[in-house]
């Protein structure tokens, strides 16, 4: 079952700060995220694992909410080079295949 | 770096055609998968394939076909592509632990 990203859409200033969520409704193992620049392939940017973990890469951070189901990605001070699609992957076991939501547009404008 | 090679960008077919798209991959993962992209529908898997002559259905596998002869490439098929196929098609690949790698797509256009 495909996960539900909010929002679908969203604008910003260069500085500004976004959350991305990601929700199941089935309990999960792990959480993927992955940017896509308009023409490009999607980019692997980091994995959650059960455990209710938090990473940071840069000034993008990510949480993993397991009693929730639900990923949130922090973008904070955002930058021009952060516009893009962002997904996130659910995998509901390890070695399940990855179920991919609908994506967040996130543009960020000088 | 892992490459994920998808031989054609862009493809023009008509109703009825038959369709290859390849994707040749050059780190030796297990796993390959085929996705189709539309706006507001994000990434669907049509199928996977876990290894070599080993197959299975994704989530939206009507219409399609695959074929995976040799560990480094996964072939996807339309055997009568139909214009409800137009989509982006990206390919992609995973070793254990499930971080997928994917190529830059294949925009087909079913006229």
């Known amino acids: 079952q495909q996960p539900v990203q909010s929002p679908q859409a969203v ?35 980091m994995i959650l694992l059960k455990g209710g973990e ?31 699609t962002y997904f996130c992957g659910t995998e509901r076991k390890y070695g399940n295949k990855l179920v991919f939501g609908a994506g967040t547009i996130l543009r960020v404008k000088s | 770096d892992v490459k994920v090679t998808q031989s054609s960008r862009y493809l023009v077919k008509r109703t009825g055609e038959k369709v290859f798209l390849e994707c040749v991959q050059d780190m030796d993962h297990e796993n390959m998968f085929w996705y189709r992209q539309d706006p507001g529908l994000g990434l669907r898997l049509i199928y996977f394939s876990y290894d070599v002559k ?12 695959v074929s995976r002869e040799k560990k ?17 098609y ?6 254990s632990g499930n971080t997928i790698y994917f190529g830059e797509g294949s925009w087909l256009t079913v006229v």
């Open chain 1, 11 to 45: 604008i910003l200033r260069e500085g500004e700060d976004a959350v991305i969520n990601c929700s199941s409704s089935k309990a999960l193992y792990s959480v993927h995220w992955y940017r896509q620049k308009h023409g490009e392939a999607p980019v692997f940017l």
């Open chain 1, 54 to 84: 938090q990473k940071g890469h840069d000034k993008i951070s990510a949480s993993f909410n397991e009693k929730k189901q639900q990923s949130s990605l922090y973008l904070t001070a955002s930058q021009l080079s952060y516009s893009g």
């Open chain 2, 54 to 65: 080993m197959k299975e259905k994704g989530d939206i596998p009507e219409g399609y076909s």
């Open chain 2, 72 to 88: 480094e490439r996964f072939s996807l098929i339309l055997e009568s592509a139909s214009t409800n196929q137009t989509s982006m």
């Open chain 2, 90 to 95: 990206l390919c992609a690949t995973a070793a």
